[in-house]
């Protein structure tokens, strides 16, 4: 919330232009974005987003947390993504204890994941082309993710805030019914991709309004921090489920979509893309899912199961000092990233060989793309704009924490 | 798995294309290393981040070209207080490292970056304003998450979690 006085001050000589204003209440932000633009004419000269009007302190509260309750404060910063949320974080937690996960919760963990990505997207989708005019594709999607979000609610009892990883597995196994629900899914959601695909792709006004505009080249998006689809769709090929991978990533087939044309529709493209490979990524892992436990062997660290605590003394021992000491992490600092539907998610986190962490940072990816929207727009015209900011998928929660 | 000891030889961890080029390039710069649960961190003093990161970035065998992240950590009472922290990332080697620099209570300045990556404009604004830290040579250097008129910066541990009351 930088810029609540002065708005950028005009020069000498600029008296052709115009301060507008657009949000924090505007139905194309996507949240409480507030963009400061200067105009000449319906040409923009400046483009200053302003941020902060979500701002919670995450950060701070995560500092007097136990290293468990930490996990439901990283659903809230990205709603629409809590899974990669969960999974960034206990896989920080994990690399600072330096415990073994078993082979089906790390499964599990990328099943979990896929349908996060997919329902992101989604609603990415629904929104952005729904902000662009085409309002059909919205109800379309929102169709398929009350689906996801049934499957999210099966497994965790919740459909959004999810919080179904823990340090060292997940929280349960998946209730009888699970998988062959989400085995269904997916055998159906690649037609339904073709059909937001008919209603796009093709589409000459959709094209109009995609093609060749807020322009991103591949060094601006490099030098910007940009990551994720917007990095990609100004074809710089990486993705660190496949180049850095976690979670058992690297036993999963799949392509990364890259495209160089750097516009809002390669962007689109991308994401449309990623949709099919989750969808592939997710029949593999249904297909694959190893048997086992879902929790690490710790006993320290990951809380014991409900039926074991209530009969054996040893476990209900360890619960109660879970529950009220929280369990301490040696020393140390890592940095974990992680391939989230918008880009690098990252987590800092930094122990000092206590119960709670020292200090939680988040690299948030949308805090970081956002930064390239004044390079998409400035010069170009006004309308473009809702397109530009549509098209690197913001989550305003996560940009401000 | 147990955690195996951090390494904090120079001698030791020389074969890391960071670490090899700074040393090079100016041994007095660098004021420390270690290699912890696989991660790379170096020291470096505080006048030397700039020159270094515009160094590692254009380095031939391995170029650190993506800023990742920027952050700090406040180790208030003790001093030096503030850590500034950088993330790079290597997009073509898939490689990363730590980069830190230690800074004092009395005065939290260190040289900005954004004149080699744009990108840590938002990183820097956000690290000014909850920490207090100031980087000299930042085109836009005011508060991004707290209003403007807010006094004090929530992120320093002497900052109560549920504010001033």
């Avoid at chain 1, 349908?115 to 997207?121: F, K, P, Q, Y």
């Avoid at chain 1, 990551?227 to 990533?249: A, E, F, H, K, N």
């Avoid at chain 2, 800023?67 to 922290?85: K, M």
């Avoid at chain 2, 990332?89 to 990363?96: A, C, M």
């Amino acid at each position: 919330m930088a810029h609540l006085a002065p708005t950028p001050v005009l020069e000498p000589g600029q008296d052709r232009t115009m301060i507008l204003n657009m949000g924090p209440q505007h139905p194309s932000t996507h949240g409480v974005l507030r963009v400061l633009l200067e105009i000449d004419g319906e040409t923009i000269v400046r483009l200053m987003p302003d941020i902060g009007f979500l701002h919670t302190g995450i950060e701070k509260t995560c500092e007097a947390k136990f290293y468990q309750q930490v996990v439901p404060l990283t659903d809230r910063i990205d709603y629409l993504c809590p899974m990669t949320n969960n999974l960034c974080y206990v896989l920080a937690v994990e690399k600072l204890l330096g415990l073994e996960i078993p082979p089906k919760a790390q499964w599990l963990r990328v099943l979990m994941n896929e349908l996060t990505r997919i329902n992101s997207h989604l609603v990415w989708l629904g929104t952005h082309a729904m902000d662009i005019g085409a309002l059909t594709v919205f109800l379309y999607c929102f169709r398929e993710r009350e689906e996801v979000l049934k499957m999210f609610e099966m497994v965790s009892g919740q459909r959004m805030m999810t919080s179904y990883f823990r340090v060292g597995g997940v929280a349960l196994e998946p209730p009888l019914g699970f998988f062959d629900r989400v085995r269904d899914f997916a055998g159906y959601f690649p037609e339904k991709v073709d059909e937001y695909e008919n209603l796009l792709t093709g589409n000459p006004i959709w094209g109009m309004r995609t093609k060749g505009v807020a322009v991103l080249s591949a060094e601006d998006a490099i030098a910007l921090g940009a990551t994720g689809p917007t990095l990609r769709g100004s074809g710089v090929d990486i993705d660190l489920r496949r180049d850095m991978p976690y979670s058992s990533y690297e036993k999963f087939q799949f392509k990364v979509p890259v495209s160089q044309d750097g516009d809002v529709f390669a962007r689109y493209m991308c994401r449309v893309q990623e949709l099919r490979e989750s969808c592939g990524i997710v029949r593999q892992a249904l297909d694959g899912m190893p048997e086992g436990p879902i929790k690490a062997d710790a006993p320290g660290i990951v809380l014991p199961d409900r039926e074991k605590m209530k009969t054996q003394m040893e476990s209900l021992i360890y619960h109660f000092k879970i529950i009220t000491e929280g369990f301490a992490v040696p020393a140390g600092e890592v940095y974990q990233a992680v391939e989230s539907p918008r880009g690098e998610m990252g987590y800092y986190i930094v122990s000092d060989g206590t119960a709670k962490p020292y200090r939680v940072h988040m690299r948030s990816a949308c805090f970081a793309n956002l930064q390239t929207l004044a390079k998409m727009c400035e010069g170009h015209l006004l309308a473009d704009v809702v397109a530009a900011i549509g098209s690197i998928d913001i989550v305003l929660g996560e940009i401000d924490r | 798995m147990a955690l195996a000891p951090a390494i904090t030889d120079i001698e030791q961890l020389k074969n890391h294309p960071a670490v090899a080029l700074l040393v090079a390039w100016n041994p007095q710069a660098v004021q420390g290393v270690k290699f912890d649960r696989e991660e790379m961190t170096i020291y470096l003093d505080r006048s030397a981040i700039r020159e270094a990161c515009a160094l590692l970035k254009e380095d031939p065998a391995c170029p650190f070209n993506f800023l990742a992240d920027v952050t700090c950590v406040d180790w208030y009472p003790s001093e030096p207080r503030f850590e500034v922290v950088y993330h790079l990332l290597s997009i073509p080697k898939k490689e990363r490292v730590r980069l830190k620099v230690k800074l004092d209570s009395g005065s939290p300045v260190v040289e900005s970056l954004t004149s080699i990556w744009p990108g840590a404009n938002y990183f820097e604004r956000e690290v000014f304003d909850l920490f207090g830290v100031r980087f000299t040579g930042h085109p836009y250097l005011r508060r991004i998450m707290m209003p403007e008129d807010w006094e004090g910066h929530p992120l320093r541990k002497d900052y109560p979690v549920e504010g001033y009351r």
